[in-house]
Protein backbone atom coordinates (compact mmCIF):
# COMPACT_ATOMS: atom_id res chain seq x y z
CA UNK A 1 0.00 0.00 0.00
CA UNK A 2 1.27 3.27 -1.05
CA UNK A 3 -1.18 6.05 1.20
CA UNK A 4 -3.37 7.04 3.81
CA UNK A 5 -6.45 8.75 3.14
CA UNK A 6 -8.15 9.89 5.63
CA UNK A 7 -12.03 10.82 6.96
CA UNK A 8 -11.98 13.80 9.49
CA UNK A 9 -15.79 14.10 10.96
CA UNK A 10 -15.48 11.24 13.32
CA UNK A 11 -12.21 9.94 12.58
CA UNK A 12 -9.93 13.02 13.84
CA UNK A 13 -12.34 15.18 15.23
CA UNK A 14 -15.48 14.20 17.27
CA UNK A 15 -18.17 16.62 15.59
CA UNK A 16 -20.80 14.26 13.91
CA UNK A 17 -22.99 15.69 17.15
CA UNK A 18 -21.68 19.03 17.00
CA UNK A 19 -23.17 18.90 13.25
CA UNK A 20 -26.25 17.31 14.30
CA UNK A 21 -26.63 19.92 17.09
CA UNK A 22 -26.19 22.99 15.09
CA UNK A 23 -28.07 21.51 11.98
CA UNK A 24 -31.05 20.95 14.52
CA UNK A 25 -30.71 24.50 16.03
CA UNK A 26 -30.67 25.91 12.61
CA UNK A 27 -33.69 24.23 10.74
CA UNK A 28 -35.50 25.00 14.35
CA UNK A 29 -35.35 28.31 13.99
CA UNK A 30 -35.89 28.37 10.12
CA UNK A 31 -39.13 26.70 10.13
CA UNK A 32 -38.15 22.94 9.95
CA UNK A 33 -38.83 20.19 12.08
CA UNK A 34 -36.01 17.69 12.05
CA UNK A 35 -36.94 13.93 11.28
CA UNK A 36 -36.32 10.58 12.67
CA UNK A 37 -33.35 9.30 10.30
CA UNK A 38 -32.34 13.17 9.53
CA UNK A 39 -29.53 12.68 11.55
CA UNK A 40 -28.00 9.61 9.78
CA UNK A 41 -29.85 10.40 6.08
CA UNK A 42 -27.17 13.59 5.80
CA UNK A 43 -23.85 11.36 6.71
CA UNK A 44 -21.61 11.65 4.01
CA UNK A 45 -23.67 14.17 2.24
CA UNK A 46 -21.50 17.15 0.66
CA UNK A 47 -22.50 20.84 1.56
CA UNK A 48 -25.09 21.06 -1.43
CA UNK A 49 -26.46 17.92 -0.64
CA UNK A 50 -27.54 18.50 3.00
CA UNK A 51 -27.84 22.18 2.52
CA UNK A 52 -31.17 20.90 0.08
CA UNK A 53 -31.85 18.18 2.29
CA UNK A 54 -32.43 20.51 5.31
CA UNK A 55 -35.39 22.60 2.74
CA UNK A 56 -36.95 19.37 0.96
CA UNK A 57 -37.23 17.10 3.70
CA UNK A 58 -36.95 18.77 6.80
CA UNK A 59 -38.38 21.81 6.00
CA UNK A 60 -36.06 24.82 6.37
CA UNK A 61 -37.23 27.98 5.28
CA UNK A 62 -34.59 29.43 3.42
CA UNK A 63 -32.54 28.59 -0.67
CA UNK A 64 -30.42 26.15 0.31
CA UNK A 65 -27.29 28.22 -0.27
CA UNK A 66 -28.66 29.97 2.44
CA UNK A 67 -28.63 26.89 4.20
CA UNK A 68 -25.70 26.13 3.82
CA UNK A 69 -23.83 29.67 4.62
CA UNK A 70 -25.81 29.86 7.66
CA UNK A 71 -25.10 26.00 8.99
CA UNK A 72 -21.33 26.68 8.06
CA UNK A 73 -21.32 29.83 9.81
CA UNK A 74 -22.42 28.11 12.99
CA UNK A 75 -20.13 25.43 12.49
CA UNK A 76 -17.03 27.82 12.37
CA UNK A 77 -18.11 29.68 15.78
CA UNK A 78 -18.32 26.16 17.26
CA UNK A 79 -14.69 25.56 15.82
CA UNK A 80 -13.51 28.85 17.02
CA UNK A 81 -14.69 27.94 20.80
CA UNK A 82 -13.01 24.63 20.70
CA UNK A 83 -12.04 22.61 18.19
CA UNK A 84 -13.13 18.80 19.35
CA UNK A 85 -10.10 16.83 18.25
CA UNK A 86 -9.80 13.13 19.17
CA UNK A 87 -7.49 12.49 21.42
CA UNK A 88 -4.44 10.89 19.92
CA UNK A 89 -5.41 11.31 16.47
CA UNK A 90 -2.54 14.18 15.85
CA UNK A 91 0.24 12.10 16.66
CA UNK A 92 -1.61 9.10 14.47
CA UNK A 93 -1.48 11.45 11.71
CA UNK A 94 1.99 12.45 12.15
CA UNK A 95 3.59 9.10 12.70
CA UNK A 96 2.03 8.03 9.57
CA UNK A 97 2.60 10.85 7.48
CA UNK A 98 6.49 10.06 8.26
CA UNK A 99 5.87 6.53 6.93
CA UNK A 100 3.10 7.52 3.92
CA UNK A 101 2.36 10.31 1.80
CA UNK A 102 -1.53 11.12 4.17
CA UNK A 103 -4.56 12.82 2.49
CA UNK A 104 -8.15 13.94 3.62
CA UNK A 105 -11.33 13.15 2.21
CA UNK A 106 -14.21 14.67 3.77
CA UNK A 107 -17.85 15.64 3.34
CA UNK A 108 -17.26 18.57 5.51
CA UNK A 109 -16.49 22.01 3.73
CA UNK A 110 -13.59 22.87 2.73
CA UNK A 111 -13.44 26.14 5.12
CA UNK A 112 -13.74 23.92 8.18
CA UNK A 113 -10.89 21.50 6.77
CA UNK A 114 -9.34 24.37 6.51
CA UNK A 115 -9.68 25.69 10.36
CA UNK A 116 -8.82 21.65 11.13
CA UNK A 117 -4.91 21.55 9.45
CA UNK A 118 -4.79 25.29 10.36
CA UNK A 119 -5.39 24.45 14.39
CA UNK A 120 -3.34 21.40 13.70
CA UNK A 121 -0.70 22.22 12.08
CA UNK A 122 -0.53 18.82 10.60
CA UNK A 123 1.33 17.70 7.06
CA UNK A 124 -1.07 16.48 4.73
CA UNK A 125 -0.68 17.89 1.30
CA UNK A 126 -3.77 16.87 -0.05
CA UNK A 127 -7.31 17.78 1.43
CA UNK A 128 -10.48 17.25 -0.96
CA UNK A 129 -14.43 18.29 0.13
CA UNK A 130 -16.83 16.60 -1.39
CA UNK A 131 -18.15 19.96 -2.52
CA UNK A 132 -15.60 19.57 -5.48
CA UNK A 133 -17.34 16.55 -6.43
CA UNK A 134 -20.37 15.53 -8.25
CA UNK A 135 -22.09 13.87 -5.32
CA UNK A 136 -21.06 13.33 -1.55
CA UNK A 137 -20.29 9.68 0.60
CA UNK A 138 -21.47 7.08 -0.38
CA UNK A 139 -20.45 7.72 -3.64
CA UNK A 140 -16.22 6.94 -3.89
CA UNK A 141 -15.67 10.16 -5.82
CA UNK A 142 -14.25 12.59 -3.18
CA UNK A 143 -12.17 9.19 -2.74
CA UNK A 144 -11.03 8.86 -5.86
CA UNK A 145 -10.37 12.72 -6.24
CA UNK A 146 -7.89 12.73 -3.28
CA UNK A 147 -6.01 9.68 -4.74
CA UNK A 148 -5.78 11.17 -7.99
CA UNK A 149 -4.16 14.24 -6.45
CA UNK A 150 -1.89 12.50 -4.29
CA UNK A 151 -0.69 10.49 -8.05
CA UNK A 152 -1.48 7.34 -6.28
CA UNK A 153 -3.84 4.38 -7.39
CA UNK A 154 -6.98 4.18 -5.14
CA UNK A 155 -6.29 0.68 -5.10
CA UNK A 156 -2.65 1.27 -3.73
CA UNK A 157 -4.03 3.49 -0.94
CA UNK A 158 -5.72 3.17 2.72
CA UNK A 159 -8.86 4.18 3.21
CA UNK A 160 -9.74 4.95 7.64
CA UNK A 161 -13.53 5.85 8.12
CA UNK A 162 -15.60 5.83 11.01
CA UNK A 163 -19.75 5.83 9.04
CA UNK A 164 -21.64 3.74 6.99
CA UNK A 165 -21.72 6.27 3.91
CA UNK A 166 -18.00 6.43 4.24
CA UNK A 167 -17.29 3.20 4.70
CA UNK A 168 -19.49 2.27 1.46
CA UNK A 169 -17.86 5.17 -0.23
CA UNK A 170 -13.51 4.09 0.42
CA UNK A 171 -15.14 0.31 -0.86
CA UNK A 172 -16.34 1.88 -3.93
CA UNK A 173 -13.32 3.22 -4.57
CA UNK A 174 -11.46 0.52 -3.89
CA UNK A 175 -9.12 0.83 -1.12
CA UNK A 176 -8.29 -1.34 1.61
CA UNK A 177 -10.60 0.09 4.16
CA UNK A 178 -10.03 0.85 7.80
CA UNK A 179 -12.88 1.71 10.38
CA UNK A 180 -13.06 3.24 13.35
CA UNK A 181 -16.34 3.48 14.19
CA UNK A 182 -18.58 6.28 15.34
CA UNK A 183 -19.97 5.37 18.88
CA UNK A 184 -22.20 7.85 18.77
CA UNK A 185 -23.38 6.91 15.48
CA UNK A 186 -22.48 3.17 14.94
CA UNK A 187 -22.12 2.06 11.15
CA UNK A 188 -24.27 -0.39 9.93
CA UNK A 189 -23.24 -4.16 10.60
CA UNK A 190 -23.28 -5.54 7.00
CA UNK A 191 -20.61 -2.93 6.35
CA UNK A 192 -18.29 -3.18 8.86
CA UNK A 193 -18.52 -7.12 7.76
CA UNK A 194 -16.59 -5.71 4.75
CA UNK A 195 -13.45 -3.72 6.60
CA UNK A 196 -10.91 -4.13 9.29
CA UNK A 197 -11.94 -2.48 12.72
CA UNK A 198 -9.90 -1.13 14.79
CA UNK A 199 -10.60 -0.72 18.53
CA UNK A 200 -9.63 3.14 18.32
CA UNK A 201 -7.20 5.84 16.00
CA UNK A 202 -4.28 4.75 18.09
CA UNK A 203 -4.52 1.28 16.72
CA UNK A 204 -3.74 2.70 13.54
CA UNK A 205 -0.09 2.91 12.56
CA UNK A 206 0.09 -0.63 14.07
CA UNK A 207 -2.53 -2.01 11.40
CA UNK A 208 -0.73 -0.41 8.54
CA UNK A 209 1.67 -2.89 6.84
Known amino acids: M ?3 IFDLDGVLIDSEQVWDEVRQSFAAAHGGEWTPTATRDMQGMSTPEWAAHLVSAVGVRLPAAEVSAGVIAEMEKAY ?3 LPVIPGAVDVVRA ?7 AIASSAPAALIKVFLDVTGLPVPVAVSSEECAAGKPSP ?3 LLAASRLGIEASSCYAVEDSTNGLKAALAAGMTVLAVPNPHFPPAEDVLAQVRVLGSIADLPDALA
Do not use: I, L, N
Not at 96 to 102: D, G, Q
Open 80 to 82: AAH
Open 2 to 4: DAV
Open 96 to 102: VASRFPV
Open 141 to 143: DVY
